[in-house]
């Protein structure tokens, strides 16, 4: 067996499997972009239930991904509104608030 098609065949797996680092910055910057913008929007009431009404009720497709923590805070302020979510009960305070902006998704 060839020692050249060998190397040549990691060198070409390393390729596909590792991504560059200007590759990694930019998705990076993408996902602490859509952070930023789902931070502007959410960031009240009145747009909560804006969004949990567009996006839950009526089933409209975002054009943005909706990273979790945010569907998740849109989810429960939707289910509080409709009485879905049961009375009394708290969720658990979101463990990446304030404080870990390094975490982005």
Not at 37 to 53: A, C, I, P
Request: aromatic content about 8%.
């Amino acid at each position: 067996m060839s020692k050249d098609g060998e190397q040549a065949w990691h060198l070409r797996r390393q390729q596909w499997t590792q991504a560059s680092d200007e590759t990694l910055e930019t998705k990076k910057q993408k996902a602490q972009e859509l952070n930023d913008w789902y931070n502007d929007h959410l960031s009240t009431e009145k747009r909560l239930e804006m969004f949990h009404k567009t996006f839950v009720v009526k089933r409209v497709q975002t054009n943005k991904p909706v990273p979790l923590r945010f569907a998740v805070k849109m989810l429960i302020h939707g289910w509080k509104e409709d009485g879905t979510w049961p009375k009394g009960m708290e969720a658990p305070p979101a463990s990446d608030e304030e404080g870990e902006k390094d975490k982005l998704l």
